[in-house]
């Protein structure tokens, strides 16, 4: 027996609970553990004075005389009872982490798988809020066994195989080490006579129909949770949450980029050349905009306020609306007339009339001449 204190071996003060005694020392085993240690002597004392601390302070009437009357309190009482157990426990715990196991054994109880339903919604539904109707296939509690899987009339059995712990120790010689029990899988249970209705899983698949509320605001890709309206869980565990994804279908006016809204506005060429005023659409009517005077074509005018107000903004877009100077088609041969007249009299003096092209036609020339 080591005449080290054994409180000073573990690295624990003297009032430590029973819980930080266990830590420590599993600490101290996986690191001085023959095993990863072959053939080093002090990891081999070092092991074995862990090993004999931790049987002695896990047992309280042990822990007691120890701390009453030190090692002549518990001389020749660390082997063997309750802190062999305590050992053996302890390395159940230890391979439990390593392996997945425990001596508590797993939880059969499982959460219900979270379910994802895509729903396409218009521009104006999204921007104003809506409320809808959606159905949706899942997995619920099977009625007639009341999802214990069993046959109505009969209940799941204790698994033989562990005795309804859910797992099995298997002695590798020194170890101890726990795994799932291979027979019930982990549940303790076996369902000698499966329901009929489930086919022994307890659950079956059903469509059920949903009221789901969209916020105003939503954008394309935004997620709404709905608590609890996914998979129902196994065995009493909680069931899964529903995500409803938010796709915004193509608007044949306006196109969304955040919170502002983009629309183009085609003008005729007397309107863009001579200016005026023209009525353009928004989410709530309409708006008029006037046109200056010499506007060309990719001229944006901004309508503040005229667009959405985001699910997290404080205030709304704005409504862009983007000009294009719309050539006259299917002309009768007096319009004709008067365009070729306008062209006549445009080209006596053409830097003045299209200053754009004049400096685009000079661009041209200096490259080639380059």
């Known amino acids: 027996m080591s005449k080290r204190d054994y409180y000073d071996i573990l690295g624990v003060s003297r009032d430590a609970d029973e819980d930080t005694i266990k830590k420590a020392y599993r600490k101290l085993a996986m690191k001085y553990h023959p095993d990863r240690n072959a053939g080093d002597a002090k990891s081999e004392e070092m092991f074995k004075e862990a090993k004999e601390a931790y049987e002695i302070l896990t047992d309280s009437n042990k822990r007691a005389a120890y701390d009453q009357f030190g090692h002549a309190g518990v001389n020749g009482g660390s082997a063997g009872g309750s802190g062999a157990q305590g050992f053996s426990d302890a390395f159940s715990d230890i391979f439990g982490d390593i392996f997945g196991g425990g001596r508590s054994g797993r939880s059969n109880m499982h959460r219900g798988a979270d379910l994802r339903y895509n729903l396409e919604i218009s521009l104006e539904q999204a921007a104003h809020g809506t409320e809808t109707k959606i159905r949706i296939p899942t997995m619920v509690k099977c009625e007639p066994c009341s999802g214990s899987g069993a046959k109505p009339g009969t209940s799941p059995k204790t698994c033989p195989t562990c005795n309804g712990h859910g797992q099995v120790r298997m002695q590798q010689g020194f170890f101890s080490i726990q795994q799932t029990c291979p ?143 719309e050539t006259p088609v299917k002309l009768t041969g007096r319009q004709k007339e008067l365009l070729e007249e306008l062209e006549a009299i445009s080209l006596k003096d053409g830097s003045r009339h299209s200053p754009r092209a004049k400096s685009w036609m000079d661009k041209a020339r200096e490259f080639f001449s380059e």
């Open 183 to 325: 027979k019930c899988q982990g549940s303790g249970k076996i369902i000698a006579q499966p329901c009929n209705a489930c086919h022994g899983v307890g659950l079956v698949k059903q469509h059920k129909t949903l009221n789901v509320k969209i916020p105003a605001g939503v954008d394309d890709g935004d997620r709404i949770r709905i608590s609890a309206e996914g998979e129902a869980g196994i065995n009493g565990g909680p069931s899964g949450d529903l995500y409803v994804v938010v796709h915004l279908s193509a608007h044949p006016v306006f196109r969304r980029e955040g919170d502002h809204l983009h629309c183009e506005i085609p003008i005729s060429f007397s309107v863009a050349a001579l200016g005026g005023e023209i009525e353009v659409p928004t989410l709530e009517g309409h708006a008029k905009i006037k046109v200056p005077a010499e506007t060309q074509t990719g001229k944006i005018f901004r309508l503040r306020s005229k667009g959405i107000k985001g699910v997290r903004s404080h205030d709304k877009g704005d409504l862009l609306c983007h000009v294009v100077v």
